[in-house]
C-alpha cells in the first residue's frame, strides 16, 4: 500500500515559478514509477512528467519539456514537480501518482495509487 500527499499549489501570475511536492510512504516495490498529472475543468487528465524511483529517469509530456521538471529525494521519499514560466493553460489540480514495475509512464489508467491532487491556478 502506498500513500501519497501532494502540496505546495497555489495561485501565481503567469511567468512564475511553482514546485509542488509529493511525499510518499508505503512499500518501495509500489512506487517504482512516480508520475504527475493534471487534469483541468472539462479535459482529460494529461502526462505531466515521471520519474523511476531507483535511477530517476525522467519522462516528460510533449508540453511540459523545457519548463516542468521532475526530480525525487529519496532521503525524504518525497518527488518535485518544478514548473517555470506558467502559463494561465497550466491551470489544473495537480496529482501525483504510484505504480510498480508494468506501469506505462505515460498512461494514467497503469498507476496503482493516486494522491488527492493540489491546485495550481496562474492568472494572466
Known amino acids: 500500500q502506498v500513500r501519497l500527499v501532494e502540496s505546495g499549489g497555489g495561485l501565481v501570475q503567469a511567468g512564475d515559478s511553482l514546485r509542488v511536492s509529493c511525499e510518499a510512504s508505503g512499500d518501495t516495490f509500489s512506487r517504482y514509477i512516480m508520475g504527475w498529472f493534471r487534469q483541468a475543468?472539462?479535459?482529460?487528465?494529461?502526462?505531466?512528467?515521471?520519474?523511476?524511483?531507483?535511477?530517476?529517469?525522467?519522462?516528460?509530456?510533449?508540453?511540459?519539456?523545457?519548463?516542468?521538471?521532475?526530480?525525487?529525494?529519496?532521503?525524504?521519499?518525497?518527488?518535485?514537480?518544478?514548473?517555470?514560466?506558467?502559463?494561465?493553460?497550466?491551470?489544473?489540480?495537480?496529482?501525483?501518482a504510484a505504480g510498480g514495475v508494468r506501469t506505462r509512464t505515460g498512461l494514467s489508467s497503469t498507476y496503482d495509487y493516486w494522491g488527492q491532487g493540489t491546485q495550481v491556478t496562474v492568472s494572466s
Not at 47 to 69: L, M
Not at 76 to 85: A, G, H
Open 41 to 96: 475543468p472539462g479535459k482529460e487528465r494529461e502526462f505531466v512528467a515521471a520519474i523511476r524511483w531507483s535511477d530517476g529517469s525522467e519522462y516528460y509530456g510533449d508540453f511540459a519539456g523545457g519548463r516542468f521538471t521532475i526530480s525525487r529525494d529519496k532521503a525524504k521519499n518525497t518527488v518535485y514537480l518544478q514548473m517555470n514560466s506558467l502559463k494561465p493553460e497550466d491551470t489544473a489540480v495537480y496529482y501525483c
